[in-house]
């Protein structure tokens, strides 16, 4: 699955520069970080650039895992192996944690993407995190378009627009209140072709999910849904093997496959040049819920 | 050998593949409608955002899809038709990569046009065919050369409103071209286009047989932009704030992580560390492994052959490393609703370096309508001012490079952190 690691065009050489300042201003503005980490690509990525930003010292935070139990196994496999192999430290905050405990409640449709939220913002507050990474990109939706790179959050975790900052040239600036705290975004420039063409370039390993691979899905929304745990398939829905891959990775019940022959990065690189429809529109049931819905949701605390 | 190239390496002068640009214009410029058909005729627009941007047009009774649905972001701005912050888009064809910072023009036009502008190499401006060239027209402009950007394009949008008149095109552009020159912007295009209908932005117009010149997308495909000064003669040497001490136990590893700011260094380069201490650089480490040279922007780390105690905030220097300073005049832009008043405590980011800083006295504001300076007891938001700045310790400080990446600053509320000015060295010496 892994192509020969080349040199980067140019301007992956740029992206990747700026990253590597971003995650460096962080380590040496904030106190105790946090990166999160779901095992998609975005975050393998921002974790390879911070390998990159350390070394060869180790990465001088730990990765924050935001679990909705709604897991690819094969996710949950890379990112343990990931751990290992790299010595990595690694925290879970499980969302059924909290619904154990009473304190949230499964929604009617069983998606829990949005019930991250809370376990996020607590962990946030209970660990003293006066910074936390993350691997949004400005390309992804429109409300993550107006996202800074450095971008305060109240001591509820919320995100008031029009309460940014200004960036101006490349100086970061994470003053804050406390209990405050700054989320990161050191890939806020990147779109999805260019961290594609960056894991070939970089030999980097991703879940086996992402590239194309017999698979038993039923069909809901347009999208093609894996069965699991979490209510799928109902009643009226039919299994069937497609060849799929996955163009983003999240909670199971609102991530869908798309139809797929790409086996390799290069495959894949073509396939997203083709492609009518932008990964989250694809993908992602969480954000056809309304026109705003990741702009509602940054509001409270998400990502 | 004790020299430090100042000159920028063959690699340095490349055509960047990156273009970083920057839209203005005020309302009712069209400039989300331009913006939009920028990324539908780049091909930018995939089919679900094109059809979400169809569905409400329809909705709305809209005789033509609504382009500038695609890039206004935010449900309130969707519901008041107006673009509250700067939003960044990504559209790429096959000679370059485009990153495009889009501001809007009414509210805090001088702190959002600042901030697009403060990375970018070109900016866009657009303005009315039928109106030419308003103040908000002269203020962007006027902000981009205190910035220093080299490239400006108008676009005289609407020119399908004025039955694509060469003669009001042309007055317009004369008026443009003399303004811009008057500024120092000598790279200047102006373009007439109708962003509605898509004349001469990524397609050439048939309607506009009397202009000859490039479309907006010809020109930003074509433009040279470089990344260091290369004509400056007093063009600023190595300069390398430090970000981040790394250090490994077990190799005996002490590196210093940065981003070059200016200027470039090699192995084996002597380097001036401040206070009569000086080193030789003797590994340079990057993402690529070991580099014999490294350029400015890169983000390298720099080991050094005498043991020293550097850490962040720290610049490493080539021989024309800057005096330690206190006190300086600067140019700063007033981007928080709070106001600046002499005597001020604040804190100030310059580099890598934070400390507490003083606003000792505001020489002057700019009235920016008339290019005419006047006394003033505050700096209010979207004012630009000229102030003094005394620092609490002492820092090498340089002079403005127009590319922001040496003698920039924020002044920052030492309350609550939030940035209340951008600013520009502009005098080490001031009387």
């Not at chain 2, 913006?35 to 941007?53: E, F, N, W, Y």
């Not at chain 2, 922001?404 to 924020?410: C, E, M, Q, Y």
């Amino acid at each position: 699955m892994r192509e020969t690691a080349t040199t980067l065009s140019p301007h992956l050489k740029d992206l990747e520069n700026e990253s590597l300042q971003i995650l460096r201003e962080a380590a040496g503005q904030f106190d105790k970080i946090a990166l999160l980490f779901s095992g998609g690509k975005d975050s393998v990525v921002v974790f390879e650039l911070a390998r990159r930003a350390f070394a060869p010292a180790q990465v001088p935070f730990e990765l924050l895992h935001v679990d909705t139990g709604h897991n690819f196994s094969e996710v949950i496999k890379f990112r343990d192996d990931l751990v290992e192999r790299t010595g990595a430290r690694l925290r879970v905050a499980k969302v059924q944690d909290w619904i154990d405990r009473g304190e949230l409640k499964e929604r009617p449709d069983g998606t829990r993407n949005p019930l991250q939220t809370v376990p996020l913002v607590e962990t946030i507050e209970e660990q003293g995190y006066d910074a936390v990474l993350g691997g949004a990109r400005r390309d992804e939706e429109r409300a993550r378009a107006k996202e800074r790179i450095f971008s305060v959050r109240d001591n509820f975790g919320g995100w008031d627009p029009r309460r940014q900052r200004p960036e101006i040239w490349n100086l970061y600036n994470g003053g804050h209140l406390p209990g405050e705290n700054i989320r990161v975004f050191p890939i806020s420039n990147w779109t999805e072709t260019d961290i594609w063409e960056y894991i070939g370039a970089r030999g980097i390993e991703l879940p086996p999910i992402y590239f194309a691979h017999e698979r038993e899905v039923f069909e809901r929304d347009g999208m093609y849904l894996t069965a699991g745990d979490w209510g799928g398939p109902k009643k009226g829905e039919t299994l069937e093997t497609k060849k799929v891959r996955y163009r983003t990775v999240g909670d199971m019940s609102c991530t869908g496959a798309v139809l797929s022959e790409a086996s390799t990065i290069d495959d894949i690189l073509t396939e997203i040049s083709t492609s009518t429809l932008t990964e989250r529109g694809a993908t992602r049931a969480d954000d056809r819920l309304g026109e705003s819905s990741m702009e509602d949701r940054k509001k409270e605390g998400y990502f | 050998m004790t020299v430090t190239s100042t000159e920028p390496s063959s690699e340095i002068l490349q055509q960047r593949q990156t273009l970083h640009l920057c839209t203005a214009g005020s309302v009712d410029d069209g400039k989300s409608t331009f913006v939009g058909r920028l990324l539908h005729d780049t091909k930018s627009i995939l089919a679900d955002q094109l059809s979400a941007v169809e569905r409400t047009s329809r909705e709305r009774g809209l005789e033509h899809p609504d382009l500038s649905l695609l890039v206004d972001g935010l449900r309130a701005e969707r519901e008041q038709g107006i673009t509250i912050d700067v939003a960044y888009r990504y559209f790429s064809t096959a000679r370059r990569t485009f990153i495009l910072a889009d501001t809007p023009g009414h509210v805090q036009y001088t702190r959002n046009t600042v901030t697009g502008v403060s990375t970018s190499e070109v900016v866009v401006l657009l303005s009315d065919a039928r109106h030419g060239i308003v103040s908000q027209t002269k203020r962007h402009l006027a902000v981009a050369a205190l910035l220093g950007i080299k490239h400006v394009v108008l676009a005289v949008n609407k020119i399908d409103l004025v039955d694509y008149s060469a003669s009001i095109f042309e007055t317009i552009r004369d008026e443009f071209v003399e303004l811009a020159r008057s500024k120092g912007i000598t790279d200047v295009q102006v373009i007439p286009i109708s962003a509605l209908l898509g004349d001469n932005v990524v397609n050439p117009s048939e309607h506009t047989p009397w202009y000859d010149g490039p479309t907006v997308l010809g020109y930003l495909e074509e433009v040279e932009v470089h990344t260091q000064n290369t004509n400056s003669e007093n063009s600023t040497g190595f300069r390398f704030p430090i970000q981040y001490v790394i250090r490994e136990g077990s190799q005996d590893y002490r590196g210093y992580a940065g981003r070059i700011t200016s200027g470039e260094i090699a192995v084996g380069d002597s380097v001036d560390l401040g206070q009569e201490r000086s080193a030789t650089v003797t590994h340079i480490d990057s993402s690529d492994g070991a580099l014999n040279i490294a350029g400015v922007d890169e983000s390298v780390v720099l080991r050094l052959s005498a043991e020293n105690d550097l850490a962040r905030g720290d610049l490493i220097a080539a021989s024309d490393r800057p005096e330690d300073t206190t006190i300086f005049e600067a140019t700063i832009v007033g981007l928080s609703e709070q106001s600046l008043r002499a005597k001020s405590k604040l804190k100030i980011r310059y580099g890598t370096s934070l400390l507490q800083a003083r606003l000792v006295g505001i020489t002057s504001v700019l009235d920016i309508d008339t290019s005419t300076e006047h006394e003033a007891q505050t700096v209010e938001l979207n004012d630009i001012a000229t102030v003094k700045i005394q620092l609490a310790q002492p820092l090498p400080i340089d002079l403005y490079n127009a590319q922001g990446r040496v003698g920039s600053f924020l002044l920052i509320d030492p309350s609550d952190g939030n940035t209340l000015a951008a600013g520009m060295v502009s005098d080490l010496n001031p009387s």
